[in-house]
Each structure stands twice: as C-alpha cells, then as structure tokens.
C-alpha cells in the first residue's frame, strides 16, 4: 500500500516522539513492502515563531492532499503564561480540527498488564477496564466565539452545539459500542447547561435506533469519580468538547502514564492521529518523553487504513519493550533507557511475533483497549 502522510510535530517534545512513530512506520514499511511517504509542516508554537501565523496555508494544504495527519503535541511556556497573548499554538489545532472536519476524537484507555502496579489504582479495583472515549472535537466552548472586554474585566466565552453536530458523533458512539460489551454513558452537566439538555435529548432520541446497547447518562461529577472508584463500569464514554477533554486526561493516569494513551481524530473523509499527552516543555531535548502514545497512534493509522496484522505488530513490539522493562523514566525512574533507545528497540521488534502475552488486538481504531 503507499500511503502519503503528514507530519505535524508541533513543540515541546512533539518533534522527538514523532521520530519514534515514524521509525516504527518505517520498519511496518521494510516489513510488509508498504511505501508510506511524509512530509513535515509547521502547527503551533514553531509555526508562530517562523511564520506569525500557528497554522499556515501551506499546512493546511499539505494536511488537505494527505491521506493521513500524524501530530505530535502544541502549546509553550511563553504563551501558557501570557493571558495577553493575542495569538496562541492552541489556536493552530483547532482551526486544523475544522478545516480537516475531524469531528471526533477517539481515545481507548489501555491498561498494560506488565505495568499494572504503576497504577496509582490498586488492581483489584483496575480489573476488567476496558473503554474507550468518544469525544465531540469540532464545536462546544472550545470552538465557539470568544469576547473580552476593552479594559479586560469581564469575558466570554460561547458554548454552541446544533443537533446535526451531536448526532454525527452519537451514532459513531453507538455502533462502536455495538461491536463491544453494548454499552453507551453520556456524561453531561444537563442539570446546569443548556447544550447538554440538547445533547442528553438527541442522544436518548438517536438510542431508540440501537435497542441492543444500554443507554445510561450521569453527570461529569459523578463520571469523574466513578472513572477512579469503578472504572470497569465503562465500555464506551460519549462526551461533549469539554467534558472530553477532562475525562481523558484523568483516564489517562488509570495505565500509570499519560504517554502511553493515542488517539485518532476521525471526519468523514480526513483522519488525523496523536498522542494525548501535551508539549511536556520541560522534557524537551532530554531524550526522556515516552514515545509510546505516538508509536501507538501510528497503529492506529495503520489499522484505519485496514492494515491489521502491521499494526498488531507495532503493538506487539511496544508488549515486548514493557516485558523487557525497555522504558522511559516516567514508567520505571530508574530506567537508563531514552525516548531514542525506546523507539530504536520497538522498530527493531516490529517482526517479532513471539509473544505470551494475552492480548486483545480487535478493533484499536474503533476504541478497543491493545491489552486487558
């Protein structure tokens, strides 16, 4: 298969996980004869600094003619800490999100059996998780119109979402959950905010059409604290921009690192890949960011495109680095092992197929965990 790819590293420590996915592509390609070509353009915070402008045309362009984005991470000291900044890294994302139509962002939550007891979780309460995130990405507070007064005392920011926008994620949320355990869970603020009585009206609506899945809506409170007391109670979570963005950052520490998690941002005709975790700055050029969530991506583009057995056997190789405690600091501190040394020991295992463990390699792009 020849596939054209764009590569999006973006700041902070984007540029040096990306490397390691696209190692780990190329080894896919040797392996299995596939001709993947990349491209690499400017987002974020470097797009700013060479350009004025976090995502320029000329990106856009590239992204548009591609057959797949993988993006690496966006955001900057400078700007984080800058209220004032008129301009932002965040700014480029979004605008990508929208001209791409990449409505909706799935993220599985992994828990690796070889890193159970890097879990803040105790493993009794660990066992049996398995769900995935299907997070609205193209509308809600994030994308909706901002004020802020002239003399800076008050602001705005707007929530909007239209029933067509809600329902396009919701039967996507359904149908996933019809391949898995048949169940849906609509986390909300609908008792407070009037987008989320829309969302639970459409959503409960659009359930009488998949009679065979358990329809059940709590609000973001309760879902939080659930996600830490009960987390196996979750099989597919469907979510509003915000409410999205929450809950995936606290699933992501349930598999003892927020460098482990990818995602795939999917539209009706673009697909855009990419780990979960930020710009880590403070990691940046210290060959210490885990490389994992963007190897990982990397296999879900792989199997977006139907490639199963190239992407179950970039997963495999990642089994085999955590069964050789071949790790970032961040999973084990005493590790001598770098962002470079992991992704070099997981492209050189891609044909490794020798493994004991028991792993779940169904479906990565439509949400299901690589490992229970």
């Known amino acids: 298969m020849e596939l054209k790819i ?15 996915a696209v190692k780990c592509l190329q080894a896919v390609e040797e392996t299995f004869n596939h001709q993947f070509t990349y491209t690499t353009a400017l987002i974020g915070a470097a797009a700013i600094y060479k350009t004025g402008d976090p995502l320029p045309d000329s990106t856009i362009e590239l992204c548009k003619n591609s057959d797949a984005v993988l993006f690496g991470a966006i955001g900057a000291p400078e700007f984080d800490n800058n209220p004032d900044a008129k ?6 994302l979004f605008r990508l999100r929208n001209e791409l139509g990449v409505f909706a ?3 599985p939550v992994a828990v690796f059996p070889t890193l159970i007891k890097k879990s803040p979780l105790k493993e009794a309460v660990l066992r049996g998780t398995d769900f995935v995130i299907y997070r609205e990405l193209t509308s809600g507070i994030y994308c909706g119109e901002k004020f802020l007064s002239p003399d800076g005392s008050y602001a705005t920011d707007l929530s909007k979402y239209t029933e067509s926008e809600i329902s396009r994620i919701t039967h996507l949320a359904f149908k996933a959950a019809r391949k898995r355990r048949k169940k ?22 659009i359930a009488e059409s998949y009679p065979d899945v358990e329809l059940e809506c709590i ?34 520490v349930i598999g003892g690192s927020i460098g482990l998690l990818p995602s795939a941002s999917i539209g009706t005709d673009k697909a855009m890949f990419e780990p979960i975790h930020g710009s880590y700055p403070q990691a940046q050029g210290k060959d210490i960011a ?7 991506s990397a296999a879900m ?20 680095s955590f069964k050789k405690n071949i790790v970032t600091p961040d999973i084990n501190p005493k590790s001598k092992y770098g962002t470079n040394n992991v992704g070099d020991f997981i492209a050189s295992n891609i044909v490794d197929t ?10 990565i792009g439509l949400g299901k965990s690589t490992i229970i």
């Open 6 to 20: 764009t590569l999006l590293p973006g700041d902070g420590i984007g540029p040096e996980v990306i490397a390691q």
């Open 87 to 92: 301009i932002r890294p965040e700014d480029g």
């Open 105 to 107: 962002n799935i993220r």
């Open 184 to 205: 849906l869970t609509l986390i909300d603020k609908s008792n407070v905010l009037e987008t989320s009585r829309l969302w639970r009206r459409v959503v409960k609506r």
């Open 219 to 252: 609000y973001l409170h309760n879902a939080i604290m659930q996600m830490i007391l009960n987390p196996s109670r979750f099989d597919v979570i469907l979510a509003a921009n915000l409410f999205g963005d929450i809950i995936s950052d606290q699933a992501s």
């Open 290 to 296: 885990n490389p994992i969530a963007a190897i990982l």
């Open 301 to 320: 583009l792989l199997q977006h495109y139907g490639l199963e057995e190239e992407s179950r056997a970039v997963v495999s190789a990642v089994n085999k």
């Open 354 to 363: 020798d493994d004991s463990l028991n792993m779940n390699y169904e479906n």
